[in-house]
Nanobody
């Protein structure tokens, strides 16, 4: 059974940068495409970014394109999300997810495993 644990969340100022990490345990993340989603209070969970199993293909939500970068490190069995120029509207609980497929997806229902989430709060 794959377990995912996010870390790196916290309170930052608008315009700051933040790096979130997702550590896999129990199985290697090489077998999965990875995604990041977020959920703000009172809103539905939304797609942020995804990366293919081979790292060759990434997709981003329009709201974070050019500000966020998804990556993965096979040696450390992690996936990361680097955010820059953070805005108040980026405030949310961020979740990483793993999909048993070659490519990532923007649909949360396509993912098989989820982490517990890490809170990111951007103060303006």
């Amino acid at each position: 059974q794959l377990q995912l644990d996010e870390s790196g969340g916290g309170l930052v100022q608008a315009g700051d940068s933040l790096r979130l990490s997702c550590k896999g345990s129990g199985r290697t993340l090489r077998s999965y495409a990875m995604g990041w989603f977020r959920q703000a209070p009172g809103k539905e969970r939304e797609f942020v970014a995804a990366i293919s199993r081979s790292q060759g293909r990434t997709i981003y939500a329009d709201s974070v394109k050019d500000r966020f970068t998804i990556s993965r490190n096979f040696a450390e069995n992690t996936a990361s999300l680097q955010g820059s120029n953070l805005k108040a509207e980026d405030t949310a609980v961020y979740y990483c997810a793993a999909r048993s497929s070659l490519f990532g997806s923007s649909r949360s229902s396509d993912y098989d495993y989820w982490g517990q989430g890490t809170q990111v709060t951007v103060s303006s």
